[in-house]
């Protein structure tokens, strides 16, 4: 039989792997970045502070050797000095004195376009005398440059390291697991195409059996109801009661060709999931049985909006058998009654269709869903026994759990679920 969803092809099972291996080593390229992004910020604050310290210091120099030319007010030497120290320094971009009251003694500056520049201003004083105001502009370019090279570099170990790690981790799923599932796809694969052919076999084998087992009946029917019209006097009762049996096993033998090639097919092929109103469904199925008997005064209760996901062509087979079941099985029941609901248990939404019919023996419940067997006789209630199979295979095709509860001459109950994760449909089959 064919699955009901058919298994992937292993394309899918192998992406989600690698998809596995990409977010591992999308998470561990991210936490690398986020890393090195702090022992970056880090050194550049370090870095900076060492700038500041360096400046700060040579600042702290030349002022040291400015004293003295200003006490002597000997302003040339000053601006002497500061050339001096200016052309022996690359990194000054500008390097200037201000008097107490604000005014230029002298300036050195040089041309940049470079976007690192850190500056500082410190006073000259003596015995608590303001004598000079020097600004000092100095550019740290060269300690970014040494940081964008150690960016560059942790990247690029950084990239090293996921891509060593992904090889790693690919060669480990691609022989631990790739090639161990590859195989048993390709064994799946295999399965599903035999089984394919052998389901195209029976279809082929129930259509030959159909139509070599209906032309023989044919012929029997045919030549029994011939015997009747055109023999009818030569016959006494006995030869014709005897032809009617005949017609009827005729009958009986072509319902169950029928229900036979009923059960092979909806015991395999796809199916179609979309969401079904048992409700609605029921409504109709009970509003046809009324029609077909319309002497017949039977309480129907249904609860509204019952919804369920499914196939609506197989549940529509598992409402008529259930419900026609209820129907003909309160056909000797004074005051019937047939119903449709739901209850709730273990977080599961169960079905259900009641009647206060003719019942059975609990004793003989694990018989009800084989096929062909009976526990009324043909005389009391028509039936080929094949019904309740049939909805068993759709059920369980669903996913679901179907049972019986009943008392002889007081009814019975069908409970059945549709859920595919239910836990005691697993466990019990």
Partial sequence: MTTDQPDPEGKPEIFSYQRVIAGMLAVLLLVLGLTNYLLLGQQRQAQLQEVE??????LQAATTFMIEPLLKYQFADVEQFMQQWSAHHEDVLLF????????????????????FIITQQQQVTYQDQHLLTLTLSKDYRQAEIILQEMRNRLLLISLAITAM??????????YLAFVPLEREIDKRRRAELELGATNRELDAFAYSISHDLRAPLRGIDGFSQALLEDYHDRLDDTGQDYLQRIRAGCGRMGNLIDDMLQLSRLSRGEINWSRVDLSAMAEEIMAELQKDAPERKVKVVIEPGIQVLGDPVLLRAVMDNLLGNAWKFTGKTVNPEIS?????????TICFVRDNGAGFDMTYADKIFTAFQRLHSPKEFEGTGIGLATVQRIIHRHGGLIWAEAKEQQGATFYFTLDRHDPKWRAKT
Wanted: proline share 4%.
């Fill in 53 to 58: 310290t360096q400046l700060n210091y040579q």
């Fill in 96 to 115: 200037e004195a201000y008097s107490p009251t604000g005014h230029l003694l002298s300036r050195f500056v040089r041309d940049s376009d470079s976007p």
């Fill in 165 to 174: 790690l992904g090889l790693m981790l690919w060669l480990v799923f691609r």
């Fill in 340 to 348: 449709l609901g739901t209850i709730r248990e273990d977080q599961r």
